[in-house]
C-alpha cells in the first residue's frame, strides 16, 4: 500500500478527523490539485474552463477540511 504523504503547500489530511473513505477521496483531489498546480501556465491557456473548474474544486475541498475538527495531539 502507498503510504500518504501531502504535497508542498497543501494541507496534512492526517491532520484532520477523516472517515476512511472521505481521506481517500480528498487524497485524490489533493493529488489532482498538485499536478494541475504544476501545469497551471498551459491550463490557464489552453484549458480555462477546466482551471476555473479546479478553482472550485479547490474551494469545496477547503470547506470540507474547514467544516472538520483537527486531531489534537
Known amino acids: 500500500m502507498i503510504e500518504y ?3 508542498p503547500g497543501f494541507y496534512d489530511l ?4 477523516l472517515p476512511k473513505r472521505l481521506f ?3 487524497w485524490g483531489i489533493q493529488d489532482m490539485l498538485y499536478h494541475m498546480q504544476i501545469l497551471s ?5 489552453w484549458h ?3 482551471w476555473k473548474r ?4 479547490n474551494a469545496t475541498y477547503k470547506q470540507i477540511l474547514f467544516n ?6
Open 5 to 7: 504523504s501531502p504535497y
Open 14 to 17: 492526517r491532520d484532520f478527523i
Open 24 to 26: 481517500i477521496k480528498l
Open 41 to 45: 501556465k498551459y491550463y490557464k491557456k
Open 48 to 50: 480555462p474552463g477546466q
Open 54 to 57: 479546479a478553482k472550485e474544486i
Open 68 to 73: 472538520r475538527r483537527r486531531r489534537t495531539n
